[in-house]
């Protein structure tokens, strides 16, 4: 009798050949380009780094001359703005399994999608993987970004761009720039260097100012000017007598004045009540009141928001000298000597 044979032994075969093959690629899968940045002017070498980068393969078991390999990749450059895809020289497949390409010169400054095509068709895309910077030559002026009120003495950030004729960004412009204002103040008076075209620089003016401006040149013919832009008065760092005191023993005295200001020496109105405590050296040897009759005792006198003085007035308790202290919220105090007349 013939013996018959297993009824699975074809499924089996057939499950051994699927075993046995490979799952098919996705195709590439380009991650990353360096450098990722090259100038319009000249051609730019670059390496694609990524996964996926086959060769395909073709394999005839019954016919070796019927077996190819194909290496050939395609690499192009896509424009985020209005434009035609650019075709990358010189693709070839490296060792290391990543892409080799030239980045044509000529191109039009700005930021580019990189599209990577394998031999079997397949494409992949790299968003934003390369930028062409533009030539430091074709910057025409410097832009200055809107800048807000300010206060005297406080340094806040200015940014600065150089772009050419249509307005755009030179990415490729890196050099320094002078600033000025129109009060002769703003310092420090350099910026930058500029990378990638930009630059943020921190700059103070020292004296209030209505309507300055700031001006930023390379010394090569191209300025920008900002914004018309109003200097308040600084933040109070100090107090001070706005003249030195006198008393008398057998009068009230006029009208003396403490002033907040700022670090350069200028009046900083308070942003809040401010308090002052006044204390005589030695105690008792002074007394200071409110109001010109000398009725109203005080050991105190608040500077209200907004204003920049505060006024006593004196009476000496005996002829002789003493001394008078000032002694702020939260600043320093200052301290003078006071003549008492019999």
């Not at 308040?232 to 008398?248: E, M, N, T």
């Not at 405590?277 to 006198?301: H, K, M």
């Amino acid at each position: 009798m013939r013996g018959r044979g297993h009824p699975g032994a074809g499924a089996l075969v057939l499950l051994l050949v699927g075993a046995c093959t490979a799952p098919a690629s996705p195709g590439p899968i380009p991650l990353g380009v360096a450098p990722a940045l090259g100038p319009s002017s000249a051609a730019t070498p670059v390496e694609i780094s990524g996964v996926g980068f086959d060769a395909e393969v073709k394999t005839d078991y019954g016919d070796g001359s019927g077996s190819t390999l194909r290496s050939t990749f395609a690499v192009r450059l896509l424009p985020w703005g209005a434009g035609a895809p650019v075709e990358a020289g010189s693709v070839a497949l490296t060792q290391r399994r990543t892409l080799a390409a030239v980045v044509p010169a000529g191109l039009a400054p700005g930021r580019y999608d990189v599209a990577v095509t394998d031999p079997a068709g397949r494409t992949g895309v790299l968003p934003d993987g390369f930028e062409v910077a533009s030539d430091a030559a074709s910057a025409v002026a410097f832009r200055i970004d809107p800048i807000a009120t300010q206060r005297a003495g406080v340094p806040f950030a200015v940014s600065v761009a150089a772009v050419d004729a249509a307005g755009r960004v030179v990415s490729g412009f890196a050099g320094s720039l002078s600033v000025s204002d129109d009060s002769g103040t703003a310092a420090p008076t350099t910026a930058g260097p500029l990378v990638l075209g930009r630059a943020v620089a921190q700059i103070g003016v020292a004296v209030p100012r209505a309507a300055d401006r700031l001006t930023v040149s390379d010394g090569a013919g191209r300025t920008g000017v900002s914004n018309a832009f109003d200097v308040g008065p600084g933040v109070a760092a100090r107090i001070a007598f706005v003249a030195p005191p006198a008393a008398s023993a057998s009068s009230c005295s006029g009208a003396f004045e403490l002033e907040l200001r700022d670090a350069s020496g200028a009046p900083a109105p308070a942003p809040a009540t401010v308090t002052v405590a006044l204390q005589s050296g030695p105690p008792g040897a002074l007394l200071v009141f409110s109001d010109p009759a000398c009725a109203t005792p005080i050991a105190s006198l608040a500077i209200p928001p907004g204003a920049a003085r505060g006024a006593f007035h004196l009476r000496g308790a005996a002829a002789g000298t003493a001394s008078l202290r000032a002694l702020p919220d939260l600043l320093p105090s200052a301290e003078t000597a006071v003549a008492i007349a019999p």
